[in-house]
Every structure is written in structure tokens, then in C-alpha cells.
T-cell receptor, first 116, second 110 residues
Framework: EAGVTQFPSHSVIEKGQTVTLRCDPI?????LYWYRRVMGKEIKFLLH????????ESGMPNNRFLAERTGGTYSTLKVQPAELEDSGVYFC??????????????FGAGSRLTVL | GQNIDQPTEMTATEGAIVQINCTYQ??????LFWYQQHAGEAPTFLSY????GLEEKGRFSSFLSRSKGYSYLLLKELQMKDSASYLC???????????FGAGTILRVKS
């Protein structure tokens, strides 16, 4: 099966511009997660979708970030306007089940965002 | 809250055994994961422990002690391709998400 696909792999934009990152999860996975890794720091949770619904968006930094998952398939993460501190690698992950126990997340290779 | 600690870097020799430790403090616990990440690639799942004890999977083993908030990843017969970042992550009981440590960069030398 195809893995989690993210696009673009790398984006370089200027401060104040807008960027949209896309994630295609594994087909049939209801759970979709966005994470971010800022240089030198740990991978941090941004938000979690179950199908098209936002289950938890407690990790979203501020209202410049907007995530959508229309139709419960692919997801987009828009940053508008981008700031220097938004630079980092944005990872998407998906998993199949949402039950009370833990489940294994499959990650994409990430979208590296550089804000100049 | 959750706090996960692991060494920043380790170096080991090809063919040897290395143990990467991870300690955690969480408000709830529902499993501990280890992921491997090569530079520029996706983190890939290695192992999962929810009960105390050792889980063995080929050259890789993972141990968990819930009472001590402690886990380790054991890599045997090290190969050059094992050079990567190893990420310890905890699944909390409250909140359906993985929380990661900063990762341990393992360098395997010949």
C-alpha cells in the first residue's frame, strides 16, 4: 500500500507570504495528525482529525495556522501570514483505528518550510 | 503534562550492542513507542510497549518499566545503516496523541 504522502517536500517563502502544505494519508485511515519539528527541538503535536472532524487542535500555535480535511481524505495545513518562527519540518501521520488504547502512526517524510 | 528525556547523541561500533535509554513523566500512560528516523525521511515505527518487560523483534528489543517511567531500545549487531535518530514517544491516557522526546542521534562507526 502507498504510504503517507506530503507535498511539497520543501518550500521557501518570505515572511508575510502564505503557504499550503498537503498530506495524503494511507487510504482508509480515519485518523490524521499534523506534527512539527523546529530545528533542535522535539517533534510536537499540532492537531488530530478523525475523518473530517478536528478531534484535538490544542497544539496549533496561533490563528495563522488553519488545517482542513474536507471529505475526510487528504488534509491541508495553511500558514498565513508566515513568520520566521514557523520554519521547520511539518510531518503528517495517519492511523487506522481510534480506540481507547494506543495505535501505530505511520508518518510521511515531512514538508520542510523555510521562512526568510 | 508530559516530559520525555533521552540522550542527545551516542556513538557505537559496527557489530556492537547499544542501549538507548528513555525516561518519561506523564499524567497518564497508555504505551511507549520507539521510532527510527534517517535524515530527511519519515520516522518509521520500530516497537511498542504497553506492559512491563522486554519486546524482541529481530536485532531490536525494547524494554519498559512503568513503575520507574523508564524504557530502553537495544540494538544488536549494529550495522552502518543503523545510524539514525531514535525517537522515544509516549501515548498518554488522556489525549489521543503521541508525545515525543527530542530523539537520540546514533552514529555507528566502522
Amino acid at each position: 500500500e502507498a504510504g503517507v504522502t506530503q507535498f511539497p517536500s520543501h518550500s521557501v517563502i518570505e515572511k508575510g507570504q502564505t503557504v499550503t502544505l498537503r498530506c495524503d494519508p494511507i487510504s482508509g485511515h480515519d485518523n490524521l495528525y499534523w506534527y512539527r519539528r523546529v530545528m533542535g527541538k522535539e517533534i510536537k503535536f499540532l492537531l488530530h482529525f478523525v475523518k473530517e472532524s478536528k478531534q484535538d487542535e490544542s497544539g496549533m500555535p496561533n490563528n495563522r495556522f488553519l488545517a482542513e480535511r474536507t471529505g475526510g481524505t487528504y488534509s491541508t495545513l495553511k500558514v498565513q501570514p508566515a513568520e520566521l518562527e514557523d520554519s521547520g519540518v511539518y510531518f503528517c501521520a495517519s492511523s487506522q483505528e481510534d480506540y481507547s488504547g494506543a495505535n501505530v502512526l505511520t508518518f510521511g517524510a515531512g514538508s520542510r518550510l523555510t521562512v526568510l | 503534562g508530559q516530559n520525555i528525556d533521552q540522550p542527545t547523541e551516542m556513538t557505537a561500533t559496527e557489530g556492537a550492542i547499544v542501549q538507548i535509554n528513555c525516561t518519561y513523566q506523564t499524567s497518564g500512560f497508555n504505551g511507549l513507542f520507539w521510532y527510527q528516523q534517517h535524515a530527511g525521511e519519515a520516522p518509521t515505527f520500530l516497537s511498542y510497549n504497553v506492559l512491563d518487560g522486554l519486546e524482541e523483534k529481530g536485532r531490536f528489543s525494547s524494554f519498559l518499566s512503568r513503575s520507574k517511567g523508564y524504557s530502553y531500545l537495544l540494538l544488536k549487531e549494529l550495522q552502518m545503516k543503523d545510524s539514525a535518530s531514535y525517537l522515544c514517544a509516549v501515548w498518554g491516557r488522556y489525549g489521543n496523541k503521541l508525545v515525543f522526546g527530542a530523539g537520540t542521534i546514533l552514529r555507528v562507526k566502522s
